[in-house]
Nanobody, 127 residues
C-alpha cells in the first residue's frame, strides 16, 4: 500500500503559478503510475495530468491545461510534481494525487484506473 500527501496549494491571482507536490510513502513508488486530478464544487473529478512510473517518461494532459501545466516526478524523492502556470479562475478546485502500481511504463488517464488517493490540496485562483 502507498500513502499520498499533496502540498503546494493556495490562493493565487489569475496569471500566477503554483507547484503542487505529491509525496508518497509505504512502497517503492518508482513502479507506480501517477496522476493529478481536480474537483471543483458541484463538478465531477477530472484528470489534469498523468505520468508513467519512469522519470521523464510518457505524460498525458487534459486539453484544458495543455501548454500551462507540466507533470514530472523524482523517484529518488518519491515525489510527483505538477507545475501550473498562467492560472485561471476556472482552475480553482481541490487537486488530488492518485497512484497505481503498474508493470509497464504506461500512462493512466482515467479516474477508475487508480487505487490510491491523497486527501487533496485546495487551489484557488482569484480574478
Amino acid at each position: 500500500q502507498v500513502q499520498l500527501v499533496e502540498s503546494g496549494g493556495g490562493l493565487v491571482q489569475a496569471g500566477g503559478s503554483l507547484r503542487l507536490s505529491c509525496a508518497a510513502s509505504g512502497r517503492t513508488f518508482s513502479r507506480y503510475a501517477t496522476g493529478w486530478f481536480r474537483q471543483a464544487p458541484g463538478k465531477e473529478r477530472e484528470i489534469v495530468a498523468a505520468i508513467s512510473w519512469r522519470s521523464g517518461g510518457s505524460t498525458y494532459y487534459a486539453d484544458s491545461v495543455k501548454g500551462r501545466c507540466t507533470i514530472s516526478r523524482d523517484n529518488a524523492k518519491n515525489t510527483v510534481y505538477l507545475q501550473m502556470n498562467s492560472l485561471k479562475p476556472d482552475d480553482t478546485a481541490v487537486y488530488y494525487c492518485a497512484a497505481r502500481e503498474a508493470f509497464a511504463p504506461i500512462v493512466m488517464s482515467r479516474l477508475r484506473e487508480y487505487d490510491y488517493w491523497g486527501q487533496g490540496t485546495q487551489v484557488t485562483v482569484s480574478s
